[in-house]
């Protein structure tokens, strides 16, 4: 039964709430000769050369702490390792962490989902590619070509044309040669449906 | 809230409601909203074009669950923007296809479907698939948030604040509007707003438009219900602003013009405007308040007719219960009664139980209508719809004491509740 | 009425329809992030053209159809956050931290890391080289350059490509493998890119021995995060 208070006080504030409310955004005004890198707060700057319709946002535009909610390094794995009830825990720990939390998980997750796993083409058996895959980064060489795998180069990065998933799918399925269980060892679909550019910004233009 | 004492106005012969004296200052004007009274369509058109987009691709093959997930998606949105109840069955369909196909992620599949039913009000049916939800160890929180305002719709307050206090994280929006729903079901209005408000910063910090007009327009609402009609009107211009063919802040307009600036006619024309885009059973309940505001009741029992037609209408199920047994209670109380009692056993609240104690009441049975009130809805709920059956049984058994101060509460929701309901108010 | 909508609205909102088809290379993602916008749905790291760069691509908001690509925002309060690690430590050395405003994006870095900027939370080091690019849409496509470093940010084609449903049928049990040819589930589709070129001159060495299968190669050890502001 609380409803009279409140539209007896409100009534009272409404002018001035109304007020404050209407007066962020519209009427500004720029002072002509007032400039960005003039060393002094004028036109409608919020801050000494920042703020404003004219310049960039201030400092204070960009306060505050940012906790984590996700994070990603290497293509898919979490989809594919992650088992029920660790993605959420996963996504918040540190890489400098995850193979102590994880690797076991993963390992089992490995020989559930290929039961016959003995090492991959990259001569790893399940343990060793665990532990690899376990510490979620994606590693990216210094110098020289980088690519998820292109014959010669192995884990130097990872480029829009690389086919993850196949190479993804090969190593956990493939055996020791690549010649297991061929029907999981592609998805088929062996490059993007637009060519992308050779040039900035390299991922092409939205359909 | 408020349009859930439209009908009452049906149950008793009408005064003359155009003698109540004027309260109103100016608050809209037409410059302000006229450019958004166009009946182009920009949402409904992404949704079409986006619904070829994905059913082109089921044509091809009908398991690919990612376009199921998001044909499903554009189906509900497409309910939103139109009023086609018919698209949020389909929705549903799809969603249940997705989930007998899925091979990972079911808890997500539950969710959604759990989401469609409670848009379609089948709030049990929408606690079963949070159950199975829940079942599964990852988006435990996703799911609590779900398991909240599924209990609150059934009326199990103990296990929605159980939830609410697993999800506690005030920086956090989704927990900040669930906050602010609970103040409200509290009674806390003041407490309700903060939490809204804050809310909206969140969202406004985000500069994400559907964020913006979600808060914009539930904070307005709040307002609303403040009394605080000239901020109401502020943020349902600044959610046009961001989305011109926002339905919901056109009609929410339309009832300041005819509520608090008692303009009906221009309100009327706002709701037209919105009736050529968008079919739903609530604008003829509107319209038909607006015509007994007018005093001319062959054209509300028009409205009225048109009303019932369409809340009728198979694919709206119970989703308009609540109107209809409020209107059942006048016309054909044995049938009100049965539909009440139905209602209270889906969901279990203060709001069905008063729907109950006034088909009760207008069987004649003031006594059980009584127990009702007393047992389940006195003290639990603010809403001015139970508050106005609650006097209105006190009154039929004799105890005065306890019409007063309900009769003074009630004339201070009097934006809320609406010209007609008010004068009605004065009148018990 | 309004209450009604107040909760059919809240179940809209963020955490719920899209949990279930958010996919990209990280296909579906963990809850608390599922179906926001700081689920992560693709990164990528790889020498530039010129070859004295490498560049940093960050996907966010995937799976978009052509008719809500320019509907599709980043998020103010999400801040995303480019970590390197040159020793090998798998403790982030350096960020670049990126994060939209108004019709911006603004970049920090590459900067050394203090505790402020170190693991699951971080301040945005406003000290750092600042650099921004307008956001782009569909149609009007902008880039900045700057100190060697290029920027851009906005919907783009989706790179990535897999056929996930068939993925799907195969974990079900409903199917034995994928078929042949298989089906891109992300044909057709749009997503929200960050992408950033930086001179590796900004970085300084990697670590030899980082990759034990190329281990004559010095690498960086490379992750982007989304965080929420508190």
Redesign the interface.
């Given at each position: 039964m609380k409803f009279s208070k409140y539209i007896t006080i409100s009534i009272a504030l409404v002018a001035s709430l109304a007020f404050v409310q209407c007066s962020d955004d519209d009427d500004n005004v720029i002072i002509a000769d007032a400039t960005c890198n003039d060393g002094i707060q004028n036109g409608d700057e919020t801050g000494v050369d920042c703020g404003g319709t004219a310049c960039g946002p201030c400092a204070t535009a960009f306060e505050g702490t940012y906790a984590q909610e996700d994070q990603m390094g290497r293509p898919g794995i979490n989809t594919v390792f992650g088992t029920d009830g660790m993605k959420d825990e996963f996504n918040v720990t540190t890489p400098s962490n995850m193979q102590s939390q994880f690797q076991p998980d993963f390992e089992n997750k490995l020989l559930s989902l290929n039961p016959g796993y003995t090492t991959n083409a990259l001569g790893l058996d399940a343990t060793t590619f665990t532990t690899v895959l376990a510490s979620d980064v994606l590693w990216v060489a210094e110098t020289g070509t980088t690519s998820y795998f292109n014959g010669t180069q192995v884990l130097t990065g990872r480029t829009l044309q690389d086919d993850v998933i196949d190479i993804s799918l090969l190593l956990i399925f493939g055996g020791p040669d690549g010649s297991e269980n061929p029907m999981l060892t592609s998805d088929f679909v062996d490059s993007n449906d637009a060519n992308f550019s050779a040039s900035f910004p390299y991922v092409v233009a939205a359909n | 809230?408020?349009?859930?004492l439209y009908l009452t106005l049906f149950l008793i012969a009408l005064l003359n409601s155009c003698s109540d004296t004027k309260h109103t200052e100016q608050v809209t004007a037409k410059n302000d909203y006229e450019g958004y009274l166009a009946t182009n369509t920009p949402t409904k058109d992404?949704?079409e074009?986006?619904q070829k987009?994905?059913s082109d691709r089921l044509e091809?093959?009908s398991?690919?669950?990612?376009?199921l997930?998001?044909l499903?998606?554009e189906y509900?949105g497409f309910f939103q923007a139109t009023g086609d109840v018919k698209a949020l069955q389909t929705s549903e369909k799809l969603l249940q296809q997705?989930l007998a196909?899925?091979?990972?992620?079911r808890?997500?599949?539950f969710?959604?479907i759990?989401?469609n039913y409670?848009?379609q009000?089948r709030f049990k049916e929408a606690k079963t698939m949070l159950d199975s939800a829940y079942s599964?160890?990852?988006?435990?929180?996703?799911t609590e948030?779900?398991l909240y305002?599924v209990h609150?719709?059934l009326g199990n307050y103990s296990k929605a604040n159980e939830f609410l206090g697993s999800i506690k994280d005030m920086?956090d929006?989704?927990y900040l509007?669930?906050l602010a729903?609970w103040s409200d079901y509290k009674?806390?209005?003041?407490s309700a707003i903060k939490y809204m408000e804050q809310a909206k910063d969140?969202a406004k910090?985000?500069?994400?438009?559907p964020?913006m007009v979600?808060s914009y327009?539930?904070l307005a609402?709040f307002y609303?219900?403040?009394?605080?009609?000239?901020?109401a009107y502020?943020l349902y211009l600044k959610t046009l602003k961001l989305e011109p063919d926002n339905a919901?802040a056109k009609k929410s307009i339309a009832w300041i013009v005819y509520s608090y600036e008692e303009n009906s006619e221009e309100a009327n024309r706002i709701i037209d405007s919105v009736m050529e885009t968008r079919r739903a059973p609530?604008y003829w309940l509107l319209k038909a308040e607006m015509a007994e505001f007018e005093n001319a009741p062959s054209e509300a029992l028009q409205c009225q007719k048109k009303f019932i037609e369409m809340a009728m209408e198979e694919g709206y199920g119970d989703m308009y219960n609540t109107y209809l047994i409020e209107y059942l209670a006048a016309t054909d109380p044995v049938q009100a009664l049965s539909l009440a009692r139905e209602e209270v056993s889906h969901r279990a609240t203060p709001e069905t139980y008063q729907l109950l104690a006034l088909a009760q009441l207008e069987n004649g049975n003031k006594e059980a209508a009584l127990s009702i009130i007393q047992k389940h809805v006195e003290g639990k709920t603010?809403?001015?719809t139970a508050?106005f059956t609650s006097a209105r049984v006190y009154k039929a058994n004799g105890m005065k004491e306890k019409v007063t101060?309900?009769k003074?509460?009630?004339?201070?929701?009097r934006f809320e509740v609406g010209p007609v309901v008010s004068k009605k108010i004065r009148d018990l | 009425m309004k209450r009604t909508k107040l909760l059919a609205a809240i179940a809209g909102i963020g955490i719920v329809v899209v949990a279930a088809i958010f996919v990209a290379a990280d296909h579906i993602d963990a809850p608390a992030v599922a179906g926001s916008e700081s689920d992560i749905t693709d990164f990528y790291a790889f020498q530039g053209q010129n070859t004295d760069n490498l560049v940093f691509v960050t996907n966010v908001q995937g799976l978009l159809a052509p008719g809500s690509t320019d509907q599709a925002e980043f998020d103010e309060n999400v801040l995303l956050e480019i970590n390197i690690d040159r020793d090998n430590d798998l403790v982030e050395d350096l960020v670049i931290q990126m994060i939209r405003r108004n019709d911006s994006m603004y970049f920090f870095g590459p900067v050394q890391t203090g505790s402020n900027n170190t693991g699951l939370t971080s301040v945005i080091d406003t000290d750092a080289v600042r650099n921004s690019v307008k956001i782009s849409t569909v149609d009007s496509v902008e880039t900045a350059e700057n100190n060697g470093m290029m920027f851009f940010a906005g919907p783009r084609e989706d790179p990535f490509y897999f056929d996930f449903d068939q993925y799907n049928e195969v974990v079900a049990g409903n199917s034995d493998g994928f078929e042949d040819p298989g089906t891109d589930t992300f044909a057709g589709t749009n997503v929200l890119s960050v992408v950033v070129e930086v001179p590796k001159s900004m970085l300084g060495p990697g670590a030899t021995g980082a990759n034990p299968l190329m281990p004559d190669t010095p690498i960086y050890n490379t992750w982007v995060e989304s965080k929420r502001k508190q």
């Amino acid at each position: 039964m609380k409803f009279s208070k409140y539209i007896t006080i409100s009534i009272a504030l409404v002018a001035s709430l109304a007020f404050v409310q209407c007066s962020d955004d519209d009427d500004n005004v720029i002072i002509a000769d007032a400039t960005c890198n003039d060393g002094i707060q004028n036109g409608d700057e919020t801050g000494v050369d920042c703020g404003g319709t004219a310049c960039g946002p201030c400092a204070t535009a960009f306060e505050g702490t940012y906790a984590q909610e996700d994070q990603m390094g290497r293509p898919g794995i979490n989809t594919v390792f992650g088992t029920d009830g660790m993605k959420d825990e996963f996504n918040v720990t540190t890489p400098s962490n995850m193979q102590s939390q994880f690797q076991p998980d993963f390992e089992n997750k490995l020989l559930s989902l290929n039961p016959g796993y003995t090492t991959n083409a990259l001569g790893l058996d399940a343990t060793t590619f665990t532990t690899v895959l376990a510490s979620d980064v994606l590693w990216v060489a210094e110098t020289g070509t980088t690519s998820y795998f292109n014959g010669t180069q192995v884990l130097t990065g990872r480029t829009l044309q690389d086919d993850v998933i196949d190479i993804s799918l090969l190593l956990i399925f493939g055996g020791p040669d690549g010649s297991e269980n061929p029907m999981l060892t592609s998805d088929f679909v062996d490059s993007n449906d637009a060519n992308f550019s050779a040039s900035f910004p390299y991922v092409v233009a939205a359909n | 809230m408020m349009k859930k004492l439209y009908l009452t106005l049906f149950l008793i012969a009408l005064l003359n409601s155009c003698s109540d004296t004027k309260h109103t200052e100016q608050v809209t004007a037409k410059n302000d909203y006229e450019g958004y009274l166009a009946t182009n369509t920009p949402t409904k058109d992404r949704i079409e074009q986006n619904q070829k987009f994905w059913s082109d691709r089921l044509e091809r093959d009908s398991t690919q669950i990612v376009a199921l997930s998001k044909l499903a998606g554009e189906y509900e949105g497409f309910f939103q923007a139109t009023g086609d109840v018919k698209a949020l069955q389909t929705s549903e369909k799809l969603l249940q296809q997705a989930l007998a196909n899925a091979g990972r992620g079911r808890d997500g599949y539950f969710r959604s479907i759990a989401k469609n039913y409670i848009s379609q009000h089948r709030f049990k049916e929408a606690k079963t698939m949070l159950d199975s939800a829940y079942s599964y160890p990852d988006n435990k929180k996703a799911t609590e948030m779900m398991l909240y305002d599924v209990h609150m719709e059934l009326g199990n307050y103990s296990k929605a604040n159980e939830f609410l206090g697993s999800i506690k994280d005030m920086s956090d929006f989704n927990y900040l509007i669930r906050l602010a729903k609970w103040s409200d079901y509290k009674g806390d209005l003041d407490s309700a707003i903060k939490y809204m408000e804050q809310a909206k910063d969140i969202a406004k910090a985000s500069n994400r438009k559907p964020l913006m007009v979600w808060s914009y327009t539930n904070l307005a609402d709040f307002y609303g219900h403040a009394g605080r009609i000239e901020e109401a009107y502020d943020l349902y211009l600044k959610t046009l602003k961001l989305e011109p063919d926002n339905a919901y802040a056109k009609k929410s307009i339309a009832w300041i013009v005819y509520s608090y600036e008692e303009n009906s006619e221009e309100a009327n024309r706002i709701i037209d405007s919105v009736m050529e885009t968008r079919r739903a059973p609530d604008y003829w309940l509107l319209k038909a308040e607006m015509a007994e505001f007018e005093n001319a009741p062959s054209e509300a029992l028009q409205c009225q007719k048109k009303f019932i037609e369409m809340a009728m209408e198979e694919g709206y199920g119970d989703m308009y219960n609540t109107y209809l047994i409020e209107y059942l209670a006048a016309t054909d109380p044995v049938q009100a009664l049965s539909l009440a009692r139905e209602e209270v056993s889906h969901r279990a609240t203060p709001e069905t139980y008063q729907l109950l104690a006034l088909a009760q009441l207008e069987n004649g049975n003031k006594e059980a209508a009584l127990s009702i009130i007393q047992k389940h809805v006195e003290g639990k709920t603010y809403e001015p719809t139970a508050l106005f059956t609650s006097a209105r049984v006190y009154k039929a058994n004799g105890m005065k004491e306890k019409v007063t101060p309900l009769k003074e509460e009630l004339l201070g929701a009097r934006f809320e509740v609406g010209p007609v309901v008010s004068k009605k108010i004065r009148d018990l | 009425m309004k209450r009604t909508k107040l909760l059919a609205a809240i179940a809209g909102i963020g955490i719920v329809v899209v949990a279930a088809i958010f996919v990209a290379a990280d296909h579906i993602d963990a809850p608390a992030v599922a179906g926001s916008e700081s689920d992560i749905t693709d990164f990528y790291a790889f020498q530039g053209q010129n070859t004295d760069n490498l560049v940093f691509v960050t996907n966010v908001q995937g799976l978009l159809a052509p008719g809500s690509t320019d509907q599709a925002e980043f998020d103010e309060n999400v801040l995303l956050e480019i970590n390197i690690d040159r020793d090998n430590d798998l403790v982030e050395d350096l960020v670049i931290q990126m994060i939209r405003r108004n019709d911006s994006m603004y970049f920090f870095g590459p900067v050394q890391t203090g505790s402020n900027n170190t693991g699951l939370t971080s301040v945005i080091d406003t000290d750092a080289v600042r650099n921004s690019v307008k956001i782009s849409t569909v149609d009007s496509v902008e880039t900045a350059e700057n100190n060697g470093m290029m920027f851009f940010a906005g919907p783009r084609e989706d790179p990535f490509y897999f056929d996930f449903d068939q993925y799907n049928e195969v974990v079900a049990g409903n199917s034995d493998g994928f078929e042949d040819p298989g089906t891109d589930t992300f044909a057709g589709t749009n997503v929200l890119s960050v992408v950033v070129e930086v001179p590796k001159s900004m970085l300084g060495p990697g670590a030899t021995g980082a990759n034990p299968l190329m281990p004559d190669t010095p690498i960086y050890n490379t992750w982007v995060e989304s965080k929420r502001k508190q």
